[in-house]
């Protein structure tokens, strides 16, 4: 069974860090894209960051390019998304997901919140 | 703010048929990309319930269809049931900004 766990979220001040990771089973984590996301009630779902199986291709939204970093560790099955610079714009609770074909999400974890606030 | 529109909300009875629209543009859906559909059980993550358009994950019931024409996209609940009450959410990749979403469809079942 594909599972994703998420997790290093919390409360953290304006201009702090965090960061998260993801810990991926049942597939073959070196093989996929894995893609973080974020939701928020006014906001709605939002991509934050793509990188591909090899960590050849990375992007990240306009919202978080400069701040946020996206790594994975292929040999133990995780993903990562180190977060600095944080603003209040950040809050919101945050999931890994795998990339299937045509770019589908097809696993989620089950998110981590982080919320920024001081 | 969200890429693809969709109506805030949707209701309908058991049993009933309603339809979820997804409405896109030239840089994402309109440019032939493919559109996934998931649901949302409040307090649980998404979980893809339609991908490319109109094909269905293994579990997904049939009662569940999706279609695409233009710069749109629609989802399709035959026969609605009480444990369909969820938000459900469009999504595509885009030329301009890799990836957007609908900002969601509460469906409620009278």
């Known amino acids: 069974e594909v599972q994703l766990a998420e997790s290093g979220g919390g409360l953290v001040k304006p201009g702090g860090s965090l960061s998260l990771s993801c810990a991926a089973s049942?597939?073959?984590?070196?093989?996929?894209?894995m893609n973080w996301l974020r939701q928020t009630p006014t906001k709605g779902l939002e991509w934050v960051a793509s990188i591909s199986s090899g960590q050849n291709y990375i992007y990240y939204a306009d919202s978080v390019k400069g701040r946020f970093t996206v790594s994975r560790d292929n040999a133990r099955g995780s993903l990562f998304l180190q977060m600095t610079s944080l603003r209040s714009e950040d809050s919101a609770v945050y999931y890994c997901?795998?990339?299937?074909?045509?770019?589908?999400?097809?696993?989620w974890g089950q998110g981590t919140q982080v919320t920024v606030s001081s | 703010q969200s890429e693809l529109t969709q109506p805030p909300s949707v209701s309908g009875a058991p049993g009933q048929r309603v339809t979820i629209s997804c409405t896109g543009t030239k840089s994402n859906i309109g440019a032939g990309f493919d559109v996934h559909w998931y649901q949302q059980i409040p307090g649980t993550a998404p979980k893809l319930l339609i991908y490319s358009n109109n094909n269905r994950p293994s579990g997904v019931p049939d009662r569940f269809s999706g279609s695409k024409s233009g710069t749109s996209a629609s989802l399709t609940i035959a026969g609605l049931q009480t444990e369909d009450e969820a938000i459900y959410y469009c999504?595509?990749?885009?030329?301009?900004?890799?990836?957007?979403f609908g900002g969601g469809t509460k469906v409620t079942v009278l």
């Open positions: 049942g597939f073959a984590f070196s093989s996929y894209n």
């Open positions: 997901a795998r990339v299937g074909g045509a770019g589908r999400y097809d696993s």
């Open positions: 999504h595509a990749h885009d030329d301009v900004v890799r990836v957007v």
